[in-house]
């Protein structure tokens, strides 16, 4: 089976936070792309948040103490639990991000992976897509 990913999943272990309105966690950030991004937190932290708001949450991190902050707003998020684990990972999809936080994630990708032209793909592909959310909206 092959997989159908647009965009290139880089493995980190980073702390960082996820927000909902005014209530904040601490994470790891498992790993994350220019779609989304892999959380893992303390089932009892996350019990703070509620979990089946429309409302958008907000991740930030930094890949490490030299590197700008990275925030990531997020739409959805799938919870994924491990019985055998105290955490939880958390799948989520990035609806907006900042021009900041595009180029600083397109920059830790890159520096992360081999395929320099796969990123350039990936790049098109996220600009299409901001581009193609925003022209539907305005036609809301």
């Known amino acids: ?5 647009l965009f290139t999943r880089i493995p980190l272990a980073v702390k960082g936070t996820l927000a909902h309105h005014n209530k904040r966690i601490d994470v790891i950030i498992i790993d994350v792309s220019l779609q989304g991004v892999k959380l893992s937190a303390n089932e009892d932290a996350l019990n703070e948040l509620p979990f089946d708001s429309h ?3 907000t991740a930030t991190f930094r890949a490490n103490e030299d590197s700008p902050v990275i925030t990531l707003h997020i739409e959805q998020l799938y919870r994924q639990n491990d019985n ?4 939880v990972s958390l799948g989520c999809k990035v609806s907006q991000m900042d021009v900041d936080s595009i180029s600083a994630l397109r920059r830790l990708i890159l520096l992360n992976s081999q395929e320099a032209d796969l990123n350039e793909k990936e790049l098109n592909a996220l600009i299409e897509a901001v581009y193609s959310n925003a022209s539907n909206a305005s036609l809301s």
């Open 1 to 5: 089976m092959s997989d159908k990913r």
């Open 84 to 87: 055998r684990k105290d955490s």
């Open 55 to 57: 409302d958008p949450y």
